[in-house]
């Protein structure tokens, strides 16, 4: 049986970890091992219970409490199920995103970059992208397009900000990520790994040339919104490719690009 709790009123304490902390709150730099994150929709939920992160509360909406993600509840049976009228949880910004379920969850530690670079052949550097609905639709094109990992530089949005984990369906709990504690290379291709420079340089190599579905172990960097890689991180690159663009387009939005990118790499590494 659910601990289940009505709320009445939007200004209930219980409510302030979904509707007044900010996100830097939640996160909690200061203690890391108290952060917490929220989950919104009801699959982007069950795929972080299915990766392992501890539920702490949930909030629905009231006619939900008896519908169709009873098999989620019944994963959190020590619990407390905050629920409220849906007039109460309108208040909440964005809440007609969320398919009526939001769940407050603890962070994991993060693992370390080698211990995310074991063993993988592909992986993705992101490099200062601070939008998180940008990040969130990368983390799931890499997923579902044959990358085995994801880094970010300290610059980018955090992958568990409500609006990237939502925006990724999910998917930030189905494949490895983990932070640099920097924006150097060094450590990448000292673990073995050609870094491949998403930029549109006119030295650079077509993103369909053989050399790069030759190389073992990848490492594709792509930049921020707008500016792109900075000439520095370019430079250090061992490779420089881009999409070919057709009808005067000079570039695609770097989470579109991002998937071209994974598709391509991927396809030439499975033959």
């Keep these: ?24 709150q939640l996160l909690n ?8 994150f929220i989950a919104e929709s009801p699959k982007v939920i069950e795929r972080a219970l299915n990766a392992g992160y501890e539920p702490v509360s949930c909030l629905m909406e009231k006619g939900r409490i008896d519908g169709e993600n009873q098999h989620i509840l019944e994963r959190m049976k020590d619990v407390p199920i905050f629920c409220a009228k ?7 910004t ?3 995103l969320t398919r009526g379920m939001l769940c407050a969850m603890k962070r994991k530690p993060l693992q370390s970059v080698s211990e995310i670079c074991k063993d993988k ?5 992101l490099d200062k992208v601070m939008n998180p609905t940008n990040v969130g639709a990368i983390i799931r094109s890499a997923a579902a397009l044959g990358m085995n990992a994801v880094l970010l530089t300290p610059g980018c949005s955090d992958p568990l900000y409500r609006r990237a984990a939502r925006v990724s369906m999910g998917t930030v709990f189905q494949i490895d990520w983990t932070f640099l504690e920097n924006d150097s290379l060094d ?10 420079a998403m930029a549109l340089k006119d030295n650079s190599l077509s993103i369909g040339d053989s050399r790069l579905a030759k190389e ?16 520095k991180t370019i430079d250090n690159c061992d490779y420089t490719v881009k999409i070919p663009m057709f009808h005067g387009v000079d570039s695609l939005n ?8 994974f598709y391509e790499l991927s396809k030439k590494q499975s033959k």
């Design 1 to 24: 049986m659910n601990n289940i709790i009505e709320i009445t009123d939007f200004n209930a304490p219980e409510l302030d970890v979904y509707a007044r902390l900010t996100e830097a």
């Design 187 to 196: 450590e990448i291709k000292a673990l073995g790994f050609k870094t491949v």
């Design 121 to 125: 052949s592909r992986i993705v550097i």
């Design 216 to 231: 073992e172990k990848l490492a594709i960097v792509m930049g921020t919104e707008g500016d792109g890689l900075a000439d």
């Design 29 to 36: 730099k200061e203690f890391p091992e108290k952060g917490l």
């Design 86 to 92: 849906f007039d109460i949880l309108t208040q909440l």
């Design 94 to 96: 964005g809440f007609k």
């Design 254 to 261: 770097v989470a579109a690009a991002s998937a071209v990118a």
